[in-house]
């Protein structure tokens, strides 16, 4: 069974950190792009960070560039999210996706027409 499933959520005060995980199970994570996106309560799903198959490329929106950092473990099958200086604006439910053919990294996390998602992990930021 094709399956991703994040862990690593959870509450954390302003300026706190958190490290999400994305474990994929039935398949190579290294043979696709991997995206984490989140949406807040009465938002659009938005993608948050984005790397590429292979030289490992990333992107980021705007507003985590400098405070987060992607990563992926091939041999582990794990993509990875590290969560700095983390602000209230940032609470949403993450969720991580792969997609296998794409163009360029950047439209891999602005289309989110992934081929697989996981169920997502609740990052809640509050003081």
């Known amino acids: 069974q094709l399956q991703l499933v994040e862990s690593g959520g959870g509450l954390v005060q302003p300026g706190g950190s958190l490290r999400l995980s994305c474990a994929a199970s039935g398949f190579t994570l290294g043979y696709y792009a991997i995206g984490w996106f ?3 309560p009465g938002k659009e799903r938005e993608g948050v960070s984005c790397i590429r198959r292979g030289d490992g490329m990333t992107y980021y929106t705007d507003s985590v560039k400098g405070r987060f950092i992607i990563s992926r473990d091939n041999a582990k099958n794990t993509v990875y999210l590290q ?12 969720y991580c996706a792969a997609r ?28």
């Open 38 to 40: 989140r949406q807040a």
């Open 100 to 127: 296998r053919l794409y163009t360029t990294i950047q439209t891999v996390c602005t289309n989110r027409d992934m081929d697989y998602w996981g169920k997502g992990t609740l990052v809640t930021v509050s003081s």
């Open 83 to 94: 969560m700095n200086s983390l602000k209230p604006e940032d609470t949403a439910v993450y």
